[in-house]
């Protein structure tokens, strides 16, 4: 990524194709069609001084600069200066200056769900984020200058709370977001205005990392691609300053898992290889395999997929000391099974494809029920495949209620993907009904 410590004011001007110049004219022109008659004595050496850091504008010339790039005001009350700017769309530098940037830019891609809801990183951008990862050592913390000091008591507040929500199951969890995005500003806060020790800073990032994390998953699960890629680039920029490397690993997977399920296969290879060098826990390598396996298979590259498949095996059965990584403890032989199925789907092997994923769906446990509205879909396709419809349309129904009772948006879309699939048998009695159904979803 070339120059990453560009202002955002100069991202959000030449994202436009502004020189300082048009950005003057236009602040001019915004002054003078407002009611209350504002005066623009902004110049081009201000703008510069602006974009350079030397100075801010006052609260006068930010609303004229969100009237030029038609930011809503309440974004100005929402977030301090310059995080409110539309900033650029590649992920933010990894480093300890770029944590609380990174956070603000996810939390205002969050609040601002109409936009860009499709929007990803390209596969260049996510490739050079996972280098800068691989090879970048984390930076060490520094004492925050002002405000009070945070203490230990209050961090373990905020550490229990924080898993207690991440702990609850789905269908709860879909009504708690709104706390976890209030908990994660908290945090955010913290970081930016209290004092704290490296230690307690370094606590701090790694909350801001999960917290991050898990918003970026539900964002996902609604369809947000745009707010769930900010929310994980948030996420692994705090990682990294709290010299995490396992978690960061699991960020990467997430930008990998949401590339595959975007169609972009190619743009998942990079970051999982990169992950896979820098973890070393044998369940994150077993996940981290199956996921590369995924990308693989998707680009139809069968002796790479099968080589991931047999190392994601054996990773799995390896035994270890230490527990496994929060982000991929749920990892088991389940997940296992119906992924491997679905690799063999992709590569054409219908009959082995089934067998797998029944034999994943009778070991998940039924607590992971978002898990098995998405893995209730890959068994549909198959026998859709197969030619088994009627069975097809038993599953993929119970698959859509499960998803619509969850409130899982990304399990309700992958079930109405399987709608060309059906068209040609709206002989069969529930296919019609299905179709339309589907229709309104």
């Not at 891609?109 to 984390?138: D, H, V």
Request: glycine residues 6%.
């Amino acid at each position: 990524m070339d120059d990453p410590i560009r202002h955002p004011l100069t991202y959000a001007r030449l994202l436009r194709g502004w020189s300082q110049n048009d950005l003057v004219a236009r602040l001019h022109r915004a002054a003078a069609m407002r009611p209350e008659g504002l005066r623009s004595g902004t110049d081009k050496a201000a703008v510069s001084k602006w974009e350079n850091g030397r100075k801010t504008p006052n609260i006068e010339s930010q609303l004229l600069i969100a009237d030029a790039f038609d930011v809503p005001i309440s974004d100005l009350e929402r977030y301090p200066w310059p995080h409110w700017l539309p900033g650029r769309d590649d992920p933010a530098p990894l480093g300890a200056a770029y944590t609380v940037q990174a956070l603000r830019d996810a939390q205002r891609a969050a609040m601002n769900r109409e936009r860009r809801t499709f929007l990803t990183y390209s596969a260049l951008a996510l490739a050079g984020l996972a280098s800068q990862w691989a090879a970048l050592e984390p930076d060490r913390l520094t004492t925050a200058l002002g405000g009070r000091r945070v203490d230990d008591e209050l961090v373990d507040w905020l550490e229990d709370t924080s898993t207690k929500l991440t702990a609850l199951p789905t269908e709860q969890r879909q009504h708690t977001i709104k706390l976890m995005d209030a908990h994660l500003t908290t945090v955010t806060d913290l970081l930016e205005g209290a004092r704290y020790s490296e230690a307690t800073g370094r606590r701090l990032h790694h909350l801001a990392a999960s917290l991050s994390s898990t918003c970026g998953w539900y964002r996902f699960d609604q369809g947000q691609h745009y707010a769930a890629g900010k929310l994980w680039n948030a996420a692994l920029t705090n990682a990294h300053t709290a010299r995490d490397r396992d978690l960061g690993a699991g960020v990467l997977s997430d930008f990998a898992y949401q590339s595959i399920w975007l169609g972009h296969p190619g743009s998942a290879v990079e970051p999982l290889s990169q992950a896979l060098i820098h973890t070393s826990h044998p369940t994150a390598r077993s996940l981290l395999y199956l996921r590369r396996a995924r990308a693989h298979a998707a680009l139809g590259a069968a002796a790479d997929c099968h080589r991931d498949l047999a190392a994601a095996e054996t990773a799995l059965l390896t035994d270890a000391t230490d527990p496994a990584p929060g982000w991929c403890r749920w990892m088991s032989t389940a997940d296992l099974a119906v992924d491997s199925g679905q690799c063999l789907l992709d590569l054409g092997r219908t009959d082995e494809a089934r067998a797998r994923i029944d034999e994943g769906l009778s070991l998940l446990p039924r607590a992971r029920d978002k898990t098995r509205g998405v893995f209730r879909t890959y068994e549909a396709r198959s026998l859709v495949q197969a030619r088994e419809v009627e069975q097809a349309l038993v599953v993929s129904t119970e698959s859509l209620d499960l998803a619509t009772r969850i409130g899982a948006d990304r399990c309700v879309t992958l079930v109405r993907e399987l709608a060309p699939a059906f068209k040609p048998y709206q002989q069969v009695d529930g296919v019609p009904e299905f179709l339309e159904r589907l229709r309104t979803a």
